[in-house]
């Protein structure tokens, strides 16, 4: 009986006794809440100088180990135009921080010189309560080291601000306090003061930082508080790439959009600073665009270990981005053959307002909900451009059954295993892949189909063809009756095999080519099939011999 009296009032009396103890208490803390975040980062290629390839690695955290910081989200900018971004974004970002919250995590408010306004508020005493003089010694004002001899993405002129009526004078402090939108609650703390926040970290065990807020190419990276001093306080630091905005004036160099900049400032920080996220992870929403941020999306699904797609297609991506006006998203695999891990594709959900997907996959399995999400896409009767493996990028060899799941159970339980689509290649692409040729020195002659010169596609492509290094791909006869195909690839002692096409199926159309060899992007010719292949696509080119 006594040990049922004991059950009984166990809970409430360690309840009463947080209570009186004022020690923050929550159930998503007692769970020791996680949340699971797809970091996405670039590294030296170690095969290419002065190369970088892309990557994501998929971490779990502890809600209570981390921390979200949002940096200068004022009343009011100088810049008009930077105060409209902050009012649009606000309320996303409000919205993210109380799932967050909701979750255990710590919220960081960082108005900077607006702390006057909020001297008497709890959450400016719980920043100022603690001191950590080793703290204090960390924080600089310098680049980091992993920044010497970077270039900065773009110029800045007019502060870089786009002049407007009503603006103050450039840099002018005509804020106040944070944007009302974004909500203060108990337990949140208000700093300016990276000793102050880093003292309050060590405190509470924070070990993963999150940085939002404006602008990413001055306070959010450069701020006692920011990505570099979070970065020199050891901090598990990330920047929230969907949750930010830069001080970029189109009128600068190099004369892309504004929005573009940003994108180019997010490569600058996953390069030299730290790994970025977008507020999916948080939200499970659809990340977060400003309205007039018009650019066609180009969502990247690269998932392979031999022709080094994760360098070569970021590296198209970023031309795409300067010389195209696009967006480029990625959902990136691991970059290998075979291992743990190789079936997984991370932010997949890129493709819900993509415009055109870029498959460079091979032999993936994935989880139905991701699959799903993936013929959603073209089933919608959206484009798909696929490169080299694209042929078996969803095939496996195997049933690959889902992590946790019994091989043997799953025979009579098909939800056991994860989806394949073994036949994308005749359903989307209209290709028939049979394996390839033999390597060969002298590579394959890859020319024109005759009377094809002139096709829109093969723009600045020497009609006399040219030499990939690539080995051939085996594809006739080509499975589709709607197939248009550019290009054949020959090498000695064997039949002509195409090597490019468009398939109308029936969805929607597909640009395929078997070409894709590293060094093939080094051709001319290759490239700009590339760049024409993206703009057919996405509608720019009116195709006349379709």
């Given at each position: 009986m006594k040990k049922r009296v004991f059950r009984f009032f166990v809970l409430p009396v360690i309840l009463v006794i947080l209570l009186v103890s004022n020690i923050p208490f929550t159930l998503a803390q007692t769970a020791e809440a996680m949340v699971s975040v797809s970091l996405q980062k670039r590294i030296p290629s170690e095969q290419d100088k002065n190369a970088w390839v892309l990557l994501n690695s998929k971490e779990e955290w502890k809600a209570a180990e981390t921390a979200i910081i949002i940096c200068d989200m004022w009343d009011r900018h100088w810049c008009s135009e930077a105060t409209n971004r902050v009012a649009e974004m606000a309320p996303r970002l409000d919205e993210m921080v109380r799932i967050a919250r909701d979750k255990g995590m710590l919220i960081v408010h960082a108005p900077s010189s607006t702390m006057k306004f909020y001297e008497n508020h709890p959450g400016r005493k719980l920043a100022q309560k603690y001191k950590d003089k080793n703290v204090a010694k960390k924080i600089a004002g310098t680049l980091l080291d992993t920044e010497s001899g970077a270039a900065w993405p773009f110029e800045i002129?007019?502060?870089?601000?786009?002049?407007?009526?009503?603006?103050?004078?450039?840099?002018?402090e005509v804020w106040t306090r944070q944007i009302g939108t974004i909500?203060?609650?108990?337990?949140?703390?208000?700093?300016?003061?990276?000793a102050e926040m880093g003292s309050l970290f060590v405190k509470r065990g924070i070990k993963n930082v999150i940085l939002t807020g404006v602008h990413t190419n001055m306070c959010v990276i450069g701020r006692s508080f920011g990505l570099r001093n979070m970065k020199r306080l050891g901090m598990n630091v990330v920047l929230m790439r969907d949750m930010t905005?830069?001080?970029?004036?189109?009128?600068?160099e190099p004369r892309v959009s504004h929005f573009t900049g940003n994108s180019l400032m997010s490569e600058y920080i996953e390069k030299y600073v730290?790994?970025?996220?977008?507020?999916?992870?948080?939200?499970?929403?659809?990340?977060?665009?400003?309205?007039?941020?018009?650019?066609?999306?180009?969502?990247?699904?690269?998932a392979e270990g031999e022709y080094r797609a994760n360098q070569r297609l970021p590296e198209f991506a970023h031309e795409l981005l300067l010389k195209k006006n696009v967006n480029c998203e990625f959902a990136i695999g691991k970059p290998v053959m075979e291992g743990e891990g190789i079936h997984n594709i991370e932010n997949l959900q890129i493709l819900q307002d993509a415009d055109l997907a870029v498959v460079f996959a091979r032999r993936r399995a994935l989880e139905p909900e991701k699959m799903a999400v993936l013929k959603?896409?073209?089933?919608?009767g959206k484009p798909v451009l696929g490169i080299r493996t694209a042929s078996h990028a969803f095939g496996p060899k195997e049933n690959v059954p889902r992590a946790g799941s019994n091989a043997e159970l799953a025979k009579d339980k098909s939800n056991g295993f994860l989806a394949s689509w073994a036949e994308f290649d005749k359903?989307?692409?209209?290709?028939?892949?049979?394996?390839?040729?033999?390597?060969?020195?002298?590579?394959?002659?890859?020319?024109?189909?005759?009377?094809?010169?002139?096709?829109?596609?093969?723009k600045d492509v020497d009609p006399k063809g040219f030499t990939s290094p690539s080995w051939l791909y085996k594809n006739r006869p080509l499975r589709s009756e709607n197939v248009q195909v550019l290009l054949l690839g020959t090498i000695p002692g064997q039949p002509a095999e195409p090597v490019c096409w468009i398939n109308k199926n029936q969805y929607g159309k597909a640009v395929y080519t078997s070409l894709g060899h590293w060094d093939d992007w080094k051709l001319e010719g290759f490239r700009n099939l590339m760049f024409n292949s993206v703009d057919y696509l996405l509608g720019r080119l009116n195709q006349e011999q379709e």
């Amino acid at each position: 009986m006594k040990k049922r009296v004991f059950r009984f009032f166990v809970l409430p009396v360690i309840l009463v006794i947080l209570l009186v103890s004022n020690i923050p208490f929550t159930l998503a803390q007692t769970a020791e809440a996680m949340v699971s975040v797809s970091l996405q980062k670039r590294i030296p290629s170690e095969q290419d100088k002065n190369a970088w390839v892309l990557l994501n690695s998929k971490e779990e955290w502890k809600a209570a180990e981390t921390a979200i910081i949002i940096c200068d989200m004022w009343d009011r900018h100088w810049c008009s135009e930077a105060t409209n971004r902050v009012a649009e974004m606000a309320p996303r970002l409000d919205e993210m921080v109380r799932i967050a919250r909701d979750k255990g995590m710590l919220i960081v408010h960082a108005p900077s010189s607006t702390m006057k306004f909020y001297e008497n508020h709890p959450g400016r005493k719980l920043a100022q309560k603690y001191k950590d003089k080793n703290v204090a010694k960390k924080i600089a004002g310098t680049l980091l080291d992993t920044e010497s001899g970077a270039a900065w993405p773009f110029e800045i002129s007019n502060g870089g601000c786009t002049p407007s009526p009503g603006d103050a004078r450039e840099n002018e402090e005509v804020w106040t306090r944070q944007i009302g939108t974004i909500g203060i609650t108990d337990g949140d703390a208000i700093s300016d003061s990276g000793a102050e926040m880093g003292s309050l970290f060590v405190k509470r065990g924070i070990k993963n930082v999150i940085l939002t807020g404006v602008h990413t190419n001055m306070c959010v990276i450069g701020r006692s508080f920011g990505l570099r001093n979070m970065k020199r306080l050891g901090m598990n630091v990330v920047l929230m790439r969907d949750m930010t905005d830069t001080m970029y004036d189109p009128a600068s160099e190099p004369r892309v959009s504004h929005f573009t900049g940003n994108s180019l400032m997010s490569e600058y920080i996953e390069k030299y600073v730290c790994p970025t996220m977008v507020s999916t992870d948080l939200t499970h929403k659809k990340q977060f665009r400003f309205r007039e941020d018009n650019r066609k999306v180009v969502a990247f699904i690269m998932a392979e270990g031999e022709y080094r797609a994760n360098q070569r297609l970021p590296e198209f991506a970023h031309e795409l981005l300067l010389k195209k006006n696009v967006n480029c998203e990625f959902a990136i695999g691991k970059p290998v053959m075979e291992g743990e891990g190789i079936h997984n594709i991370e932010n997949l959900q890129i493709l819900q307002d993509a415009d055109l997907a870029v498959v460079f996959a091979r032999r993936r399995a994935l989880e139905p909900e991701k699959m799903a999400v993936l013929k959603h896409y073209i089933e919608s009767g959206k484009p798909v451009l696929g490169i080299r493996t694209a042929s078996h990028a969803f095939g496996p060899k195997e049933n690959v059954p889902r992590a946790g799941s019994n091989a043997e159970l799953a025979k009579d339980k098909s939800n056991g295993f994860l989806a394949s689509w073994a036949e994308f290649d005749k359903d989307i692409l209209g290709g028939n892949y049979q394996g390839h040729y033999g390597h060969l020195e002298q590579g394959t002659t890859v020319m024109p189909v005759p009377g094809m010169e002139k096709s829109l596609l093969l723009k600045d492509v020497d009609p006399k063809g040219f030499t990939s290094p690539s080995w051939l791909y085996k594809n006739r006869p080509l499975r589709s009756e709607n197939v248009q195909v550019l290009l054949l690839g020959t090498i000695p002692g064997q039949p002509a095999e195409p090597v490019c096409w468009i398939n109308k199926n029936q969805y929607g159309k597909a640009v395929y080519t078997s070409l894709g060899h590293w060094d093939d992007w080094k051709l001319e010719g290759f490239r700009n099939l590339m760049f024409n292949s993206v703009d057919y696509l996405l509608g720019r080119l009116n195709q006349e011999q379709e």
